[in-house]
């Protein structure tokens, strides 16, 4: 008898430390609520929300109707300590639900959702810096099989840490395959003519079990340490699905689904569109009534632009948008171009596209990967991002290896160098920025005596140690400074130092080497220089 009695209480206490265990949270992590409840009529017409409340603080998140009489509510605390919650609805069964749990502080993985910092850059919320390095694949979501997971392992393997992708399903050609899976419940469906499906829509009825999947490949990516900038519109379905002209207030009711049920990933961006220009049935005004309808919708004001086509540049002085994404590749062609972008909007600048490695026949889908790479390098030393993909076809209209539409392994050989990139970024004291942007598109800065130069493309001998005097953040480089300079090799992702200690001599614009001396060079492109005090 004793021991039944202890082992009973052996498993309530079990019970109970899990259920103390179920209702810790980190901080910056998800809580979520489930609640069955039967309602009468259409369940994702049930206004359903909570508040949030902290000792100090209050948030008001939406509920939403997940399936199968289940309504949810999704959390992201921002401090540590006591939640409680209240719930507010339409709907007697839910309204006036509570519940709270206890936020604790980040495990090792966990820096936050990423934010503004500096005007021009960014950082986790930890403070922790972080240097978007990242690629694109459209449609990797919604492929069927393992391609998913072998997308996320060649992230995991590349090292990139951001991906931007399609909410909505792609429509690549008349044969690519229709997806498993659609946003919305099917009214009904026929066979077109040609052989291709009509479908009617019941745009007032989500389909749960989409968003499911959307979330679980969105989870995989913050597992890696990626986030997720998920494309809300684009113009490629083309009519196929009818997702790219849906009017307005059936597009205003999907992001208000769509925030309610993603705002709590802490990886996730919003991307209003891909080249919003091509969505010529959209009203131009919309896009500004979906901006503030997606940053009304999220109280924790996850980073938010928008992307059009080839130098279409919009609004991205609006406070809506934190950021410019723009596809242009003019700017990161040459030295010191993209500084100017960043000087006219004074935001953090990605250039979401700049063309891409691949092997197409066109000329957006085929550039060598030490152009890929080059690009990149010529947006970071001039105090921007620059995103990258690759798009190898193995003949036309076959997208098995398409990395760009599909997602899988990678192809090419850019994504080999993003580690390396990346390990560059992260040993510097802070981002860069060209030292004398109007006069040297050459030399960038990351902290007091901490500077880089990246040849690109250009092939000398040497380089006679000369630095501008001027630098916009830092103090003036000190005469009797010395200094070291190591030779990194971008593309073969090599460190050799230079033997040579320089010691700084003043001049009126410029600091030189007061004897005048030089680093001898490998003769070889893609170089960069870096620059770095050596303590007496």
């Given at each position: 008898?004793?021991?039944?009695?202890?082992?009973?209480?052996?498993?309530?206490?079990?019970?109970?430390?899990?259920?103390?265990?179920?209702?810790?949270?980190?901080?910056?992590?998800?809580?979520?609520?489930?609640?069955?409840?039967?309602?009468?009529?259409?369940?994702?017409?049930?206004?359903?929300?909570?508040?949030?409340?902290?000792?100090?603080?209050?948030?008001?998140?939406?509920?939403?109707?997940?399936?199968?009489?289940?309504?949810?509510?999704?959390?992201?605390?921002?401090?540590?300590?006591?939640?409680?919650?209240?719930?507010?609805?339409?709907?007697?069964?839910?309204?006036?639900?509570?519940?709270?749990?206890?936020?604790?502080?980040?495990?090792?993985?966990?820096?936050?959702?990423?934010?503004?910092?500096?005007?021009?850059?960014?950082?986790?919320?930890?403070?922790?810096?972080?240097?978007?390095?990242?690629?694109?694949?459209?449609?990797?979501?919604?492929?069927?099989?393992?391609?998913?997971?072998?997308?996320?392992?060649?992230?995991?393997?590349?090292?990139?840490?951001?991906?931007?992708?399609?909410?909505?399903?792609?429509?690549?050609?008349?044969?690519?395959?229709?997806?498993?899976?659609?946003?919305?419940?099917?009214?009904?469906?026929?066979?077109?003519?040609?052989?291709?499906?009509?479908?009617?829509?019941?745009?007032?009825?989500?389909?749960?079990?989409?968003?499911?999947?959307?979330?679980?490949?969105?989870?995989?990516?913050?597992?890696?340490?990626?986030?997720?900038?998920?494309?809300?519109?684009?113009?490629?379905?083309?009519?196929?699905?009818?997702?790219?002209?849906?009017?307005?207030?059936?597009?205003?009711?999907?992001?208000?689904?769509?925030?309610?049920?993603?705002?709590?990933?802490?990886?996730?961006?919003?991307?209003?569109?891909?080249?919003?220009?091509?969505?010529?049935?959209?009203?131009?005004?919309?896009?500004?009534?979906?901006?503030?309808?997606?940053?009304?919708?999220?109280?924790?004001?996850?980073?938010?632009?928008?992307?059009?086509?080839?130098?279409?540049?919009?609004?991205?002085?609006?406070?809506?948008?934190?950021?410019?994404?723009?596809?242009?590749?003019?700017?990161?062609?040459?030295?010191?171009?993209?500084?100017?972008?960043?000087?006219?909007?004074?935001?953090?600048?990605?250039?979401?596209?700049?063309?891409?490695?691949?092997?197409?026949?066109?000329?957006?889908?085929?550039?060598?990967?030490?152009?890929?790479?080059?690009?990149?390098?010529?947006?970071?030393?001039?105090?921007?991002?620059?995103?990258?993909?690759?798009?190898?076809?193995?003949?036309?209209?076959?997208?098995?290896?398409?990395?760009?539409?599909?997602?899988?392994?990678?192809?090419?050989?850019?994504?080999?160098?993003?580690?390396?990139?990346?390990?560059?970024?992260?040993?510097?004291?802070?981002?860069?920025?060209?030292s004398d942007s109007s006069w040297d598109p050459y030399v960038s800065i990351a902290g007091p005596n901490y500077l880089m130069i990246y040849s690109g493309k250009e092939v000398a001998k040497e380089w006679v140690f000369n630095l501008p005097a001027r630098n916009p953040s830092y103090p003036r480089i000190k005469e009797g400074t010395r200094f070291k300079v190591e030779i990194i090799d971008t593309w073969n992702m090599t460190i050799e130092e230079c033997p040579i200690i320089f010691e700084a001599k003043n001049q009126r614009y410029r600091v030189c080497d007061k004897e005048n001396r030089a680093v001898?060079?490998?003769?070889?492109?893609?170089?960069?220089?870096?620059?770095?005090?050596?303590?007496?």
């Amino acid at each position: 008898m004793m021991r039944k009695i202890l082992c009973c209480l052996f498993a309530l206490g079990f019970i109970f430390n899990l259920e103390a265990r179920l209702s810790e949270v980190e901080i910056w992590d998800r809580y979520e609520y489930a609640h069955k409840a039967k309602v009468t009529g259409n369940p994702f017409d049930v206004s359903f929300s909570a508040t949030f409340t902290h000792a100090d603080t209050s948030l008001t998140v939406k509920g939403f109707y997940a399936g199968d009489n289940v309504f949810k509510l999704r959390f992201m605390p921002i401090k540590t300590g006591k939640w409680t919650f209240v719930s507010q609805s339409s709907e007697a069964k839910l309204n006036g639900l509570t519940g709270s749990f206890e936020c604790i502080e980040a495990g090792e993985n966990n820096h936050g959702p990423v934010q503004v910092a500096n005007t021009f850059h960014f950082k986790y919320a930890d403070g922790t810096r972080y240097y978007p390095i990242g690629t694109t694949s459209y449609d990797w979501m919604h492929i069927e099989g393992d391609y998913p997971e072998k997308t996320v392992r060649a992230l995991e393997a590349s090292g990139f840490n951001k991906i931007r992708m399609l909410l909505f399903v792609h429509n690549f050609d008349k044969d690519y395959p229709e997806p498993l899976l659609f946003p919305f419940e099917i009214k009904s469906q026929s066979k077109k003519a040609d052989g291709s499906i009509a479908y009617e829509w019941d745009f007032e009825r989500f389909n749960p079990a989409y968003f499911d999947m959307i979330e679980a490949r969105i989870d995989a990516l913050k597992a890696i340490g990626v986030e997720a900038d998920l494309i809300l519109f684009h113009p490629y379905d083309e009519g196929r699905w009818g997702f790219d002209r849906m009017p307005l207030e059936v597009s205003l009711r999907y992001l208000e689904y769509a925030l309610a049920r993603l705002s709590s990933f802490r990886n996730i961006w919003w991307s209003l569109a891909n080249e919003f220009d091509y969505l010529r049935l959209q009203a131009p005004e919309n896009w500004m009534i979906f901006t503030r309808q997606v940053v009304a919708n999220d109280p924790y004001r996850h980073l938010c632009s928008i992307h059009g086509s080839t130098a279409r540049y919009f609004d991205y002085w609006r406070d809506e948008f934190t950021h410019v994404s723009v596809q242009d590749q003019a700017p990161v062609e040459g030295h010191g171009r993209a500084a100017t972008v960043r000087n006219i909007y004074q935001k953090p600048v990605i250039f979401d596209e700049v063309c891409y490695e691949g092997n197409m026949d066109n000329r957006w889908g085929s550039l060598s990967g030490e152009e890929m790479l080059y690009r990149m390098w010529q947006g970071i030393i001039a105090g921007t991002y620059v995103s990258h993909s690759e798009c190898y076809m193995d003949a036309p209209n076959d997208y098995t290896h398409d990395f760009l539409a599909r997602g899988g392994d990678f192809q090419g050989e850019s994504w080999k160098r993003i580690r390396f990139m990346r390990n560059i970024l992260e040993d510097m004291p802070n981002p860069l920025q060209l030292s004398d942007s109007s006069w040297d598109p050459y030399v960038s800065i990351a902290g007091p005596n901490y500077l880089m130069i990246y040849s690109g493309k250009e092939v000398a001998k040497e380089w006679v140690f000369n630095l501008p005097a001027r630098n916009p953040s830092y103090p003036r480089i000190k005469e009797g400074t010395r200094f070291k300079v190591e030779i990194i090799d971008t593309w073969n992702m090599t460190i050799e130092e230079c033997p040579i200690i320089f010691e700084a001599k003043n001049q009126r614009y410029r600091v030189c080497d007061k004897e005048n001396r030089a680093v001898a060079l490998p003769e070889r492109p893609y170089l960069l220089l870096r620059i770095t005090e050596v303590a007496l």
